[in-house]
T-cell receptor, first 111, second 116 residues
Framework: AQSVTQPDIHITVSEGASLELRCNYS??????LFWYVQSPGQGLQLLLK??????LVQGIKGFEAEFKRSQSSFNLRKPSVHWSDAAEYFC?????????FGPGTRLSVLP | EAGVAQSPRYKIIEKRQSVAFWCNPI?????LYWYQQILGQGPKLLIQ????????DSQLPKDRFSAERLKGVDSTLKIQPAKLEDSAVYLC??????????????FGSGTRLTVV
């Protein structure tokens, strides 16, 4: 069965610092991979997705993620964090109708 | 394009009471989903509709939860009777195709339910 692990429950970074959020998955085949962001009181918004091809994908708001098949990972990165990036981040994997979210990583940003 | 609309935004009820949530998806989106998001966890799929038919309700606690999507547009999710562990945010989402398709999901802002 597919599963998603986000090892970091909560991360705090200073504004302007770089960010990396980790995501590991277990899936029978190469899945489609997604990162969503959820601001307080809001629904989830798609940041980026990987289907195939170039393993480094660019998303909205300056985020990028790299798919590493050998490590079953899809880590999210941003070179310089803004205060408005404080939110909950969810990694998700699946194909077709089978789709699973990870438990999320809460990002706090210090001024 | 209008987003996915949900109401109410917040609801507080006592255990054993009943509650209903409403969702209006994006126009033209055939697939509609209800997710339960317990504090500190990722969203968990409760039920998926394709038009007005159920595609997947394997994780829906059918002894107390029910959902319908009349005419393949709006949907309601009901809990009767509610338990303390039902306290969560209930998210509605819609998509043109499968959730892992090019368009992905569009989520509503959710209904936060507190059962006391």
């Amino acid at each position: 069965a597919q599963s998603v692990t986000q090892p970091d429950i909560h991360i705090t970074v200073s504004e302007g610092a770089s960010l990396e959020l980790r995501c590991n998955y277990s899936y029978g085949a190469t899945p489609y991979l997604f990162w969503y962001v959820q601001s307080p009181g809001q629904g989830l918004q798609l940041l980026l997705k990987y289907f195939s091809g170039d393993t480094l994908v660019q998303g909205i708001k300056g985020f990028e993620a790299e798919f590493k098949r050998s490590q079953s990972s899809f880590n999210l990165r941003k070179p310089s964090v803004h205060w408005s990036d404080a939110a909950e981040y969810f990694c998700a994997v699946g194909r077709g109708q089978n789709f699973v979210f990870g438990p999320g990583t809460r990002l706090s940003v210090l001024p | 394009e209008a987003g996915v609309a949900q109401s109410p935004r917040y609801k507080i009820i006592e255990k054993r009471q009943s509650v209903a949530f409403w969702c209006n998806p994006i126009s033209g989106h055939a697939t509609l989903y209800w997710y339960q998001q317990i504090l500190g966890q990722g969203p968990k799929l409760l039920i998926q509709f394709q038009n007005n038919g159920v595609v997947d309700d394997s994780q829906l606690p059918k002894d107390r939860f029910s959902a319908e999507r009349l005419k393949g547009v709006d949907s309601t999710l009901k809990i009767q009777p509610a338990k303390l562990e039902d306290s969560a945010v209930y998210l509605c989402a819609s998509s043109l195709g499968p959730p892992t398709g090019m368009g992905g999901y569009t989520f509503g802002s959710g209904t936060r339910l507190t059962v006391v």
